[in-house]
Nanobody
Framework: VQLMESGGGSVQPGGSLRLSCAAS????????MSWVRQAPGKGLEWVSV????????SYAGPVKGRFTISRDNAKNTLYLQMNSLKPEDTAVYYC???????????????WGQGTQVTVSS
């Protein structure tokens, strides 16, 4: 199983970045996918989630209206379009894959290695 984030970097306030997460080793289209971030010296903060089919999304308050999560199940790839970036968005961004089948007592939870996003003037 592998989740490989890319697209991070340094950007000025108000700028945009598009993160990608390439998945392999599991049935990507069966998993809900999330972006989670960790700012310097702080704990993990959930950012956004998209269901397995891509038809349902949800966002944390601080990013709502600025970030857009999407997925391409044919390419096994998750995306996060980040617009109007603010210094407080500076963090390491991780993608997460989650699957649960409670009737069969199955639960899988995978994480990528993270990509750094720095927003600074």
């Amino acid at each position: 199983v592998q989740l490989m984030e890319s697209g991070g970097g340094s950007v000025q306030p108000g700028g945009s970045l598009r993160l990608s997460c390439a998945a392999s080793g599991f049935i990507f289209s069966s998993y809900a996918m999330s972006w989670v971030r960790q700012a310097p010296g702080k704990g993990l903060e959930w950012v956004s989630v998209i269901n397995s089919g891509g038809g349902s999304t949800s966002y944390a308050g601080p990013v709502k209206g600025r970030f857009t999560i999407s997925r391409d199940n044919a390419k096994n790839t998750l995306y996060l379009q980040m617009n109007s970036l603010k210094p407080e968005d500076t963090a390491v961004y991780y993608c997460n894959a989650y699957y649960a089948d409670y009737d069969r007592w199955l639960e899988y939870d995978y994480w990528g290695q993270g990509t750094q996003v720095t927003v600074s003037s």
